[in-house]
């Protein structure tokens, strides 16, 4: 029905006091995640080996980006329901879900990659709730070559080798 697959990983960083997150690091897919045309799911073998490996760096686990290609920029119901059980399970107060789309730029008909980030907090009414946040590109990033190298070695599955 759709001509593109579902892609997707997950979110890395640190939760501030104020309900702000600060994004540190985005993983891909790992190589046995599963995709369809309206799913995705990590691999829980690579997301558990990024997890250690970004830990060393103060960075955590704090939610998913799954593509929705070109339909709909928000949550699906399904999407909220992972997210609220992801909270419960690992007991996290909050999570964050970037969703991507493809558009097409009106002035110069290019495609180019929509963010929407939307968090979810545990204590909520309902924790399938989320509210639209607003997303501010910080361009300071340190040397992550090495991390990124020991990322790629993990997501080959590769020897974990912490250093
Ligand atoms: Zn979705």
Request: with cysteine.
């Given at each position: 029905m759709y001509p593109n697959v579902e892609t997707g990983g997950d979110i890395f960083g640190q939760w501030l006091p104020s309900g702000e997150c600060a994004i540190r690091h985005v993983i891909g897919p790992g190589a046995d995640a599963q995709r369809s045309s309206v799913t995705f799911n990590q691999s829980l073998a690579y997301l558990k080996a990024a997890s250690e490996v970004l830990g060393t760096k103060?960075?955590?686990?704090i939610g998913d980006w799954h593509s929705h290609h070109r339909l709909f920029d928000y949550p699906s119901g399904g999407d909220s329901r992972t997210c609220a059980i992801a909270m419960k399970n690992n007991n996290k107060a909050f999570f964050v879900l970037v969703i991507a789309n493809i558009r097409d730029d009106?002035?110069?008909?290019l495609p180019y990659v929509q963010i929407s980030a939307f968090r979810y907090a545990?204590?909520?009414?309902?924790?399938r709730e989320f509210v639209l946040a607003a997303v501010e590109f910080i361009d300071?990033?340190?040397?992550?070559s090495a991390v990124h190298a020991e990322l790629e070695n993990v997501r080959a599955g590769g020897v974990l080798s912490l250093t």
């Amino acid at each position: 029905m759709y001509p593109n697959v579902e892609t997707g990983g997950d979110i890395f960083g640190q939760w501030l006091p104020s309900g702000e997150c600060a994004i540190r690091h985005v993983i891909g897919p790992g190589a046995d995640a599963q995709r369809s045309s309206v799913t995705f799911n990590q691999s829980l073998a690579y997301l558990k080996a990024a997890s250690e490996v970004l830990g060393t760096k103060q960075a955590f686990h704090i939610g998913d980006w799954h593509s929705h290609h070109r339909l709909f920029d928000y949550p699906s119901g399904g999407d909220s329901r992972t997210c609220a059980i992801a909270m419960k399970n690992n007991n996290k107060a909050f999570f964050v879900l970037v969703i991507a789309n493809i558009r097409d730029d009106v002035a110069t008909n290019l495609p180019y990659v929509q963010i929407s980030a939307f968090r979810y907090a545990a204590d909520a009414k309902d924790p399938r709730e989320f509210v639209l946040a607003a997303v501010e590109f910080i361009d300071k990033a340190p040397d992550y070559s090495a991390v990124h190298a020991e990322l790629e070695n993990v997501r080959a599955g590769g020897v974990l080798s912490l250093t």
